[in-house]
Structure formats: C-alpha cells, structure tokens
C-alpha cells in the first residue's frame, strides 16, 4: 500500500530530500520576501477598500478623512517593522512572538500569544483566498456562482505546492508578488504624472456614483468612534508581519540580519503602495459602500442587488491605465493570483510555529517533525483544514471573514513588544559596556513605544470590531488555549508516569512465572506454528484455550486433540451466549487474580492475507481480544503470523513495484557535489 500511495505522492511534491540537505532549502533576501511577505504586501488590495467602506456610513464628505487615517496606519506599520527588528536579533530562533513572551512574560502569556497567532494564519488564509476568489469572479462568473468550491481548490493548490517544500514554493510565489509590486508602483507613479504633470482627470468608475450615509452628519464621539473602526480596518495591512520573525532559521546565514533586511523592505513596499493607492482613490473620486445595493445611487436609483463592487485598486487602475488596456489587465491578473499567494505567509508561518509549540509538548508530536520534502507537512495539511472549515462556514465571504481578522495579531505584537522591553530591562541589569548599554537603552525605547502603540490600537479594534465578528477570533484563541493547554498536560502527565526510576521499582522486578496461553479455534497450520512457537518460549506453564460456541465443533476438536496426542493440554471454557471475547477474558484475569506476580503470556495465531478485503473475513476475533487485553495489566499479548498464498503474491507485486521507480524518486546520472557558493554570492 505504501508503494501504491508512492508514486502520486512523488509525482504532486517530488522526490524525498535527505536530512543533510536541509541547507540547501533556506532562502536568500529576494525569495524570503514573497515567501514570507506576501501577505502584508498584498493586504494594499483590500486594506484601502476597507477605510473607504467604513468610512461610506457617514457618506462621501467622510473620505476626507482617509489620507489621515493612512498616515496612521503608516506610523504603525513603521513602529512594528522597528520593532519586530529587534526581535529577530535577540531572538533568531525562529519562535518569534511566542518566545519572546515565554521567556519574558511566562508561559501563560506565551500561550496566549501562540494561540493568537495560529487563529490569525487560519484566518489569514481564509481571508486572502476569498478576496482573491472575488477579485477573479469580476472577470470569470463561474468563480463567483462557485465561491466556495473554487476556495477549496485553491487550498488544496496551495498545499501541494507547500508541500514540495519552502523554497521550491518560493520560486513559484516570487514571480507574481514581484510583478503585483512592480504594477502598483507603476501604476501609482503613472498617475502621479498624469495628475501632476500632464493635468490629465482621471475618473473611475464609480466617481459620479453617490453614497447614501447610513448616519449624516456625525459629530463627538460618533464620528472618533467611526474614525477609529475605519483605523482598525486599515491595520488589515499588518499583518502576516510577525510571519517573518518567526522564520528566521529558513533565511540563509546571516540569519538575523537577512532577516532584519527583509522586515525593512517589506515596511517600505507596503506603506509605499498603501499610501499611493488611498491618494490615488480619492483623486479618482473611488466610491465605496458596505451595503453597493442600496447605498450606492447612480441617476438618483440604487444600483440594485445585480451590481458588482470591484475592489478599489481594480477601480484606480481602470481609471489610470484604462479599462482592457495590456497594464490594466496585468495588474488585475497579479492582483488576483498575489491574492492567492498572500495565503503562502500563513502556510510557512503556522508549520514553523506549530513545530516549536509540538517540541514544547502543547501540540501533537507529529508537528514537530519534517516530512519528505523537509517541509512541516503535518502543520501545512492541518492549516489547510482549517482554513477551509472557516471558508465552508463563511461561504467565502471576505466582508464577513475580515471582522475576525487582524485581532489575533494585536494580541501577539502587544504581549511580544511587552516581553522585549522586559528582555532589555533585563540585559541593562547586568551590563556595563557603555556602547552597549546605549543600544539596549535605544531598542528598549522602540520596543516600549510599539507595545503602547499596539496595545492602544488592540483596544481600537476590540471595541470597533467585537460585535462585527471579532469575537468569533477570540472563541478561536480560547479554544487553541484550552487544547494546547490539555495536551501539555497530558504530556506531562505521561512523562511523569513511565519515567525510569532511579533505585528498584515494580518494573524491574522479574516475574515470579510466566503462564502462556494459545489460543484454539481448530487444529490447522496457523495452530501448530503457534503451538511449536510457545513451547519455544519455556513457560513455566503452558495451555491452550478454546471457547465452546458450538459444543459439535468443540467435540471434534478435542476428538483431533487426543488423536495427534499433541502434549499440551487443552482447556474448554463454556460460553452460553456464544461469546468469545468475553470469556476468555475473564479466564486471563483469573489466572492474574490468582498469581498477581506472574506474568500472562497470550499468543494469538494470525493469518496474514494480500487484499484488503481479505482483512475483513479474517482475523476480526484476535483484533477484539488484543483490544481489550491491552488494557489488562500484567498480560502480553504476541501474535503469530501466518502467510496465506495472497500475502505471497502481494509481497512479490511489492518487490516488483520496488523495482521501478517513481518520477522524481531517484535522481538519474552520477550525483556531482555542486561547489559551495560564497557568503557574499548568496546575497
């Protein structure tokens, strides 16, 4: 079965990698960027969209105040890259958030912190895939009468290219960000000079649509509390930031600073495009509004529930480049597919994470390791399964799937900036170099204002989004919290209890006998084998047991006992009701019962077939009884096998399929050791 299962698992991610390898999969500066900021750098397609829709409630005299809020979110996003910069110097381990606050602030807060940051990849894959299904169901209509279909395919795309391993991932992701990137910059600077310099008018599509204000003229505390929400909105262009402190140890050497680079670059790219697409939008005069069908009035009507709202950037390129010229076009399609792509930060984020929180024992084992392609397999498939859970439930909806986000990732930069001021406050205790200390007392001063900053802006977008969706994100930390919590606990409930003691212990003790018991149902090869395997052993005692089910079948099989004069003797238990598991059950605790210091030695003859509807018509009475004797102390279950001619046939199918090799399972021609590449040509 395991070479039936090979060979389309070699041909979707290719052929095994050996551990030693594992160097050659870190990634230089101009992959680590798409890989890993994809999702802020592609949060500027929606980011802008969700100011201007909050912002629609008070009407179109309201977008005045976006440029503000832009310059806001600006001011954040450059406090968090500083931030985050410290953290990957003092911490290049790759645990990122949850270490710096479990070494800081404990490992409750780091739990916390963890659990916020797996709900916020989940979400982050949810979220990019939908508002990429939407982007692309304005041109293709079967994507949008098939939303969450075309969704889960996309997941299911994305983890087999996950799976093929970080940096054969990265080549394929690298080509569209870049392209998406250098659109919107082309895009924005064409229009600069449209605007500035040939005094062309650029309108989009909707700049002679009006907005019908939910709430005129709002004033006080109204109108902060607007403000504020539309603030929160636009925070949805930080995330997928703390993706790259945690993926330190996948960046090629030096680790920290390649990574501290990659954080900067990221900062400037997304202000930069955030802020040219909101200034481009209100030059444009974009119109945007949370409910299009009522609220947006062309010619004094509504537009009608058949209107399709395009996203803001789609509406600015449109009215920069054209509609169906070659760069809008291109644009539209990066857009898209960077949309798609945006998911790929969660998929190396959550399996890195997960792999440290499974070493720490708050999640399963399996997490832990890499799979074939040295990739956290476990961790990318489990993302992919919840991700798409949030998608079927929410019907591939972005509007509804953006309320729970970026509230997870306030959480862990909050308790992570707190965690770092404590780390500095620490090392100042202790140092006395003066150069030194200036540094720490400089970093220590970025890392206190990032974590008020923050901390204000997770206050924001509790109170702004909590009914709208938010609270749903905080039932998901709880219940990582619970979970990670129960499965630490059982861990080390278990480590405790088969500990190796250090002096004498129960354990050690050698068993005052060992009482063997085989098991009879007739007298046939797997019987004989089962019985010359026992003798073998040397028991102290020695018997075989037969339950009567149906005394004519019992009566012959003692008549056949006696005949072969085989010398072992045979005991019958008496079953009225025709059961099997259950008496001989209670004769093995009998015998424990009577000799608590002996050992039970039960031994099962086995027949071992080649077709998996074979299992089915054999072998279903040892399965029960080797259940339920697992759980009885003091007894060791073995089982016999017994090759039956199919299992013959299987084994020489097996040898045959051994003997022909999968695409991409080896590598062809002699293998040539490549010349290692200098430090300074990696980068």
Not at 394 to 419: E, N
Request: net charge positive.
């Amino acid at each position: 079965m395991s070479k039936l299962t090979d060979v389309p698992k070699r041909i979707l991610i290719g052929r095994a990698l050996r551990s030693d390898r594992l160097g050659e999969t870190l990634l230089p500066k101009r992959i680590a960027l798409p890989v890993f900021a994809s999702d802020p750098l592609s949060s500027v397609a929606y980011a802008p969209g969700e100011v201007l829709l909050v912002l629609s409630i008070a009407g179109v005299s309201a977008y005045h105040f976006s440029p503000w809020i832009a310059v806001a979110v600006v001011v954040l996003m450059f406090t968090v890259v500083a931030s985050y910069r410290q953290n990957v110097h003092a911490y290049p381990s790759g645990g990122g958030d949850y270490e710096v606050a479990t070494t800081n602030l404990g490992p409750k807060a780091g739990l916390t912190v963890a659990s916020a940051l797996l709900v916020d990849y989940v979400l982050t894959v949810a979220v990019s895939i939908a508002s990429g299904i939407e982007n692309l169901g304005s041109a293709i209509p079967f994507v949008v009468e098939h939303k969450v279909l075309c969704a889960a395919a996309v997941i299911v795309l994305l983890t087999l290219m996950n799976l093929r391993g970080v940096k054969e991932s990265g080549k394929l992701f690298a080509i569209p960000t870049y392209v998406f990137v250098g659109g919107v910059f082309v895009m924005i600077a064409w229009g600069a000079f449209r605007g500035l310099v040939l005094g062309d008018t650029m309108h989009a599509p909707t700049a002679d649509y009006h907005i019908k204000a939910e709430h005129q003229g709002l004033a006080g505390f109204a109108l902060v509390f607007l403000l504020l929400r539309a603030f929160s909105s636009g925070c949805a262009a930080l995330t997928g930031v703390e993706a790259i402190s945690n993926g330190v140890p996948a960046f090629r050497k030096p680790k920290s600073k390649n990574a501290a680079t990659t954080l900067a670059m990221m900062g400037l790219l997304a202000v930069t495009m955030f802020c040219g697409i909101i200034a481009l939008a209100m030059a444009t005069k974009v119109r945007m509004a949370e409910h299009p069908a009522t609220d947006l009035i062309h010619n004094g009507v509504p537009v009608g529930s058949g209107y399709v709202q395009n996203p803001v950037i789609s509406q600015v390129a449109e009215a920069v480049f054209g509609k169906g010229s070659f760069l809008f076009i291109l644009l539209a399609a990066a857009t898209a597919l960077v949309l798609f792509l945006a998911a790929n930060t969660a998929y190396n984020g959550f399996p890195l994470l997960g792999s440290i929180l499974a070493q720490d024992r708050y999640l399963p084992r399996q997490l832990h390791t890499r799979g074939d392609r040295l990739a956290f397999s476990n961790g990318i498939v489990l993302l992919a399964g919840a991700a798409a859970l949030l998608v079927v439930i929410y019907g591939a909806d972005s509007t509804r799937l953006i309320q729970l986000y970026i509230v997870g990732v306030f959480v862990s930069f909050t308790l992570s900036q707190t965690g770092m001021v404590r780390h500095w406050n620490r090392h100042l205790a202790v140092e006395k170099d003066p150069a030194k200390r200036r540094h720490m007392v400089r970093s220590r001063a970025i890392n206190a204002f990032g974590a008020f900053f923050t901390g204000l802006v997770l206050v924001v977008v509790l109170v702004t989004k909590f009914t709208h969706g938010a609270w749903v994100a905080l039932l998901g930390m709880c219940i990582f919290y619970a979970t990670m919590t129960a499965i630490r606990k059982h861990y080390d409930r278990v480590a405790e209890e088969i500990a190796a003691p250090e002096g004498p212990a129960d354990d050690m003790v050698r068993p005052s006998r060992v009482h063997s018991v085989v098991l009879i149902s007739k007298i046939h090869r797997p019987t004989l084998r089962a019985l010359a395997y026992a003798k073998l052993m040397r028991s102290d005692t020695l018997e075989a047991l037969t339950v009567n089910v149906d005394p004519a079948e019992t009566k012959a099989l003692r008549e056949e006992w006696e005949r072969r004069g085989i010398d072992v003797p045979l005991k019958v238990l008496d079953s009225p009701y025709r059961e099997v598991t259950r008496p001989v059950i209670e004769y093995v605790k009998s015998l424990r019962k009577e000799s608590p210091r002996d050992a039970v030695s039960v031994i099962i003859p086995e027949y071992v077939v080649g077709h998996w509807y074979e299992h089915l018509l054999h072998n279903q009475s040892a399965l029960r009884l080797k259940g339920r004797l697992l759980f009885t102390p003091g007894v060791m279950v073995t089982s016999v096998p017994y090759q039956l001619q199919s299992s013959e046939a299987a084994k020489l199918r097996a040898r045959k399929r051994q003997e022909w090799n999968a695409p991409g399972a080896v590598r062809r021609g002699p293998a040539v050791e490549r010349p290692k590449e200098s430090s300074a040509a990696k980068d």
